[in-house]
C-alpha cells in the first residue's frame, strides 16, 4: 500500500477527528472514484467561507446526521472539495488550509502558491 503524500511531498497528515472528516470519514482528506467532489483540501473554516458555499448551495452548517455529518461551524477543520476551495479563492474568501493534510491531488485543481498564500502556520495548524 502506497502512503499518500501532501501537497508539500511528505507522508499526508490527519486533517480532523472532531469533527471526523474525509470523503472516508477516516479524519483524512483522502479520495477515491466515488468522490466526485475531490475532498482534498483541508481547511480551517470560517464564517465567510461557510456562508459563501450556503450562498452557492453548499450547505455545510446544517447537521447532516444520515450522512454522519454534524455540520460546521467556524473554526473546524474539514476536508473541503478542491473546486469549492478554488471558487472561494478566486472569490477572495478562501479560509486557511493546513499543508501537511491537504492531499497532493488537490495539486489538479489548485496552485501549491495559492494553497501557500492561506496556510496557517504548523503551531496553529493543530
Known sequence: MT??????????????FDPLTGWRRDGCCQSDDGDRGSHLV????????????????NDLITPRPQHRFAGLKPGDRWCVCALRWREAFEAGCAPP????????GALEFVLLDWLRQHALAPSAAG
Open 42 to 57: 483541508c481547511a480551517r473554516v470560517t464564517v465567510e467561507f461557510l456562508n459563501f458555499q450556503m450562498e452557492r448551495g
Open 3 to 16: 502512503t499518500a503524500l501532501n501537497v508539500l511531498g511528505t507522508p499526508l497528515a490527519a486533517c480532523s
Open 97 to 104: 488550509v493546513v499543508l501537511e493534510a491537504t492531499h497532493a
